[in-house]
């Protein structure tokens, strides 16, 4: 039973401020993911969690007892590192009963830990190998065996699944998450890999220049982004944001584009009101590919006109690119489309739409 | 595929260029060894000195074969220098390399002042040995600032007389040697300290070894290879121990603090017997080379098991 | 601008077989994938393309000359690797001169070529900039720029991109995409990832334990698999199987139960088989309907978009993908239909894939 708060934490390194005043609770047995690009703060503040790095100025307790200046190996926490950081001079086995050697545990006691952690992380065939004798994804598994085995109440994972090839990365995405449900641990997992922190997690803290961005459900982070970082940053293939501007006065806004067209959203419609509120300002209009539909050219006034650049055939959806006006956008189809390259067609939004200010980012309601 | 010439890849290409541009080190690298090793084998089954008055490659003049290997079993002072030799081998050797360890421990962590005292620690190595030579022999008189500090100290009026008895001069010998070449070891065995990976160090803590634990099941293994070379550097230096204790005591009093290196000196060049020398010098050349074969087995074996268990 | 063949080819490290029987031809101006998993020999495909390594035996063809002994420079082929390092001391424009200076071009000719292919890239407004000052996508570039400025008979590249994060990925191959198109150059392709591959290529092959498995558009590849083991890698999540009995016609599976009669099937011998259907063709439900399966939401990955379901079927698990946001929980009951329609059957033993479909 642990639970994670982080109050105003803040690391400088020199002039860098690489986590600044970050708030952040994590739930006991919640399975959080810290997402972001390289060099975001995501690693130096799960680094604050475990004790490897002190902070300059905030505090990190554990189920309310301020652990800020508790020595890393007094946290009680396990930790995968990326590159795994395994003890190669080893045996699987001495590497697995290192954490219970350590601590003084009986011998009897450390061989059955042992064999059951093995069978769970299906190394017991490895058991007497050395450790420099495994695969990448054999010691991926052994890392995190080794943290598990002690039982730690929190789990850190640092891009465990980075180094995989793809067809393992998903099926360890598949493990993972049955672990965490086994394991019943507390568990923040660090990743630039917003698919990997959709399908894991159950709430997502999305950083960006060591800033929060925002701390939510996947669904939520997916479905109402706060700004327009978040909003390209979750979703694959990332969604179009196009430069427009609000014209009309009350009652009669729409959505200019340019070249393309315009869009004018119907009264029910939550971009209406949202365009009303930000009546001729600039702003960067969000939509999913998923939630655009190509059209056959010119039909009716709610489609803005593009012309096809690229079609990618991925499985059994399509993702088609299209451009008009300077514009770039993408649609994804649920079906293995043929359009001919160069073909003039309509795209209309069928879906969610959102609304950022062109100047600070932010989403306007 | 070898009957066709041009099927070579690049790897074999290339290791046949390779064989080509490294003929001229390896034709240098015999002439520098095999030529004066053969003289010296050639001089050593000789009678023959430089006041023969014939250049060496005359000395099958009198050539006796193996008499100078047979009177190198019954001369009692070559026996007594190695003994010594050894003596201060098996002292200094330790001595520096736990010295060392510690050193190099204490330097893996930041703390205030790192690099001055790092420069000042290393500052003995790179003094001249005959300089450092004469430092200790200045301070070890029996009048000079060791006494004078010891006095100090205890209050009593110290006299030892350092350089002319035999134990004192052992241990006036061995503390010059130490303080000269422990910042070597130390260097060698940080270098070997900072190799070990930060990463599995910290997953170590992380797991809850204490320091003792990491340094002992993490960073000792790590560092097994370079601590071996590092042993080996300084056992061969020690081995060769000549110019610190050539200043401080010239051998003496008498013959007591002789080692090898300053007997074979001696013998050179102020008894002359050259041809006598070249069959120490051969000698000892082949002990040495035995011990290093026999190491380089061992650690070679010790390969072979570790690679064994990893390609079975 | 050149057909790239390989005949018959062979490739042994010692004992072990790093490619068998080697039949592929690569027609002038396509984009080529070899996809495979780490270790099935498509890096040796190249190696031997190059000329970085002999074939034991077989034939290489580049644009119609016999090549088969001929040292790497005379094949003219240019390489990109996976690490692509760039000369960190030499602006980019300096790095995409060098191959061409190397070859001691007149200058003008340099200068222009590199314009092009700047303007290609849409590197133009880096071309003064050190590496040092460039992002990963853009040093990429430039790096790929490197090895277009040559004219080359083929570009041959090995997993150029895996090394960059999954955002500059997506980016990047269809950059790749559009640049083979403008370069009109035949372009070899090797990759372990199943979505890159099928973005990318025009056609691709798919290769398993050194030996070629199926060759195709990656449409094709993805509707028709031609093995058990193609099915399995290509399509993510990855393809349901269920193992049953195949006879008379008729596929028989007990956990879960499926029985169906597979189309075109009256000739083929009874045997063991599996069943295979791709999670998007599972539809479902909380009410039963006419021939659903009762089963037990297992575990959920909500991806925005749409939401890949684990479901527990008796023993088995179903994995299945739903577009949009389902308000399923977990553990709860309820009822999945496959759509059997585009589903494949493959034998037990060999693999490979004996009919599609079933009729009712």
């Not at chain 2, 250049?55 to 047979?70: G, M, R």
């Not at chain 2, 003596?87 to 790192?114: C, R, Y």
């Not at chain 2, 065995?189 to 002992?216: H, I, M, R, S």
């Not at chain 3, 389902?326 to 309820?334: I, Q, R, T």
Request: hydrophobic share 45%; glycine share 8%; aromatic share 8%.
């Amino acid at each position: 039973m642990s639970s994670i708060e982080l109050t105003n934490l803040t690391k400088r390194f020199g002039d860098l401020v690489a986590v600044n005043n970050m708030d952040l609770e994590i739930k006991d047995k919640e399975f959080v993911a810290l997402l972001g690009p390289s060099g975001c703060g995501k690693t130096t503040t799960m680094n604050m969690i475990a004790g490897i790095e002190l902070p300059s100025d905030g505090h990190v307790s554990f189920d309310g007892n301020d652990i800020t200046n508790t020595p890393m190996g007094k946290r009680g926490v396990g930790f995968v590192f990326q590159n795994y950081a395994i003890f190669i001079h080893m045996t699987v086995y001495k590497n697995l009963a290192f954490g219970l050697e350590v601590s003084g545990t009986p011998r009897g006691e450390i061989d059955q830990k042992v064999d059951d952690m093995a069978k769970l992380m299906r190394l017991t065939r490895q058991l007497d190998w050395p450790a420099e004798r495994l695969s990448v994804n054999e010691l991926q598994r052994l890392a995190i065996g080794r943290s598990a085995i002690v039982r730690p109440n929190i789990f850190l994972l640092d891009e465990p699944l980075s180094n995989l090839d793809a067809a393992f990365r998903a099926e360890m995405r598949t493990e993972l998450k049955h672990l965490q449900h086994e394991l019943e641990q507390t568990m923040v997992y660090v990743t630039h890999d917003q698919l990997e922190a959709m399908s894991m997690a159950d709430r997502i803290a999305i950083m960006d220049m060591g800033i929060l961005q925002q701390y939510g459900s996947p669904i939520d982070v997916y479905n109402r982004p706060e700004n327009s970082f978040v909003a390209r940053f979750i979703g694959a293939p990332s969604m179009n944001l196009l430069d427009g501007r609000i014209v009309g006065t009350n009652g009669s806004t729409k959505l200019d584009f340019g070249d393309i067209g315009n869009l004018t959203p119907d009264g029910n419609d939550p971009l209406a009101q949202a365009c009303q509120n930000a009546q001729n300002s600039n702003v960067l209009f969000g939509v999913r590919p998923e939630d655009l539909k190509i059209q056959p050219s010119g039909s009716s006034d709610q489609v803005l006109s593009v012309k096809v650049t690229f079609i990618e055939l991925i499985g059994p959806r399509s993702i088609i690119h299209v451009e008009g006006g300077g514009h770039q956008l993408k649609v994804v189809s649920d079906n293995q489309e043929t359009i001919e390259i160069g073909t003039p067609v309509g795209i209309a939004p069928t879906g969610r739409t959102h609304l950022f200010d062109a100047d600070s980012g932010q989403r306007v309601e | 595929m070898a009957s066709n010439p041009q099927t070579l890849t690049l790897a074999q290409q290339g290791a046949k260029l390779g064989r080509w541009m490294t003929l001229p080190t390896q034709l240098l690298l015999v002439f520098i060894f095999a030529f004066p090793g053969l003289m010296i084998i050639y001089v050593s089954l000789s009678w023959w000195g430089p006041l023969e008055g014939v250049p060496w490659y005359y000395a099958y003049e009198s050539l006796n074969w193996f008499e100078n290997y047979i009177y190198l079993f019954e001369d009692e002072r070559l026996w007594g220098s190695i003994w010594r030799t050894l003596l201060i081998m098996l002292v200094v050797v330790p001595v520096e390399f736990f010295l060392g360890l510690g050193l190099a421990i204490l330097f893996v962590d930041n703390f205030t002042g790192k690099r001055v005292f790092y420069s000042i620690l290393l500052m003995p190595m790179m003094i001249v040995p005959a300089v450092a030579g004469y430092m200790f022999y200045i301070l070890f008189q029996s009048n000079g600032p060791v006494n004078q500090l010891l006095s100090l100290i205890t209050g009593f009026e110290i006299d030892i007389l350092w350089l002319s008895e035999t134990d004192n001069a052992f241990v006036a010998i061995m503390i010059a040697d130490i303080w000269q070449w422990t910042p070597l070891m130390f260097l060698i065995l940080l270098a070997g300290l900072l190799g070990v990976p930060e990463d599995q160090l910290k997953a170590a803590t992380l797991l809850g070894a204490n320091w003792g634990q990491k340094f002992l099941r993490i960073a000792l293994p790590k560092m097994r290879i370079v601590m071996i070379i590092a042993l080996v550097i300084r056992a061969v230096e020690a081995f060769k121990l000549f110019d610190v204790m050539y200043v401080m005591t010239k051998g003496g009093p008498g013959v007591a603090t002789e080692t090898i290196s300053v007997y074979v000196y001696k013998v050179t060049f102020m008894e002359l017997e050259w041809s006598y020398v070249s069959a120490i010098g051969f000698a000892i050349l082949m002990f040495l080379t035995a011990l290093g074969a026999i190491g380089i087995i061992i650690l070679s074996n010790a390969q072979k098991k570790r690679l064994a268990n990893v390609v079975d | 601008m050149a057909q790239l063949e390989l005949h018959g080819i062979n490739k042994k490290y010692g004992n072990i077989v790093a490619v068998e029987d080697i039949d592929i031809v690569v027609p002038d101006n396509e984009f080529f994938c070899i996809f495979g998993p780490p270790g099935c020999g498509k890096t040796t495909l190249l190696r031997l393309w190059l000329g970085l390594e002999n074939a034991d035996s077989g034939e290489i063809i580049i644009d119609g000359q016999v090549m088969t002994h001929q040292p790497p420079a005379a094949r003219n082929l240019s390489m990109v690797f996976q690490n692509l390092a760039l000369f960190p001391h030499m602006t980019a424009r300096d790095n995409l001169r060098f191959p061409l200076v190397e070859r001691k071009l007149p200058s003008n000719e340099v200068d222009q070529r590199v314009a092009q292919v700047a303007e290609t890239l849409h590197i133009t407004p880096l071309l003064n900039k050190m590496p040092a000052h460039l992002s990963g996508g853009e040093r990429q570039r430039v790096a790929i720029g490197r090895s277009l400025v040559r004219d080359p008979a083929a570009y041959l590249m090995d997993e150029p991109i895996s090394a960059l994060d999954a955002r500059l990925r997506e980016e990047m191959r269809v950059e790749l995409n559009r640049l083979q198109r403008e370069l009109k150059h035949t372009l070899i392709y090797v990759t372990h990832d199943q979505e890159e591959a099928m973005s990318v290529a025009d056609r691709m092959c798919i290769m398993q334990e050194g030996k070629v498995v199926q060759v195709g558009t990656p449409g094709e590849i993805y509707n028709s698999p031609a093995t058990r083991y193609v099915a399995e890698f290509v399509g993510s999540p990855p393809i349901n199987l269920i193992e049953g009995r195949f006879a008379n016609g008729t596929f028989n599976s007990d956990s879960p139960s499926i029985s169906c009669n597979a189309t075109g099937s009256s000739n083929v011998a009874d045997c063991k088989a599996f069943i295979g259907f791709r999670p998007e063709d599972v539809s479902v439900s909380r009410e039963p309907t006419p021939g659903s399966i009762a089963a037990e939401v297992f575990e959920l990955e909500p991806l925005g978009a749409w939401t890949v379901v684990d479901i527990k079927v008796g023993q088995g698990v179903v994995r299945a993908q739903i577009s949009g946001q389902p308000d399923f929980a977990l553990k709860e009951p309820v009822h999945i239909i496959p759509n059997l329609e585009r589903a494949h059957f493959f034998d037990v033993d060999t693999g490979t894939r004996f009919a599609s479909g079933v009729t009712a």
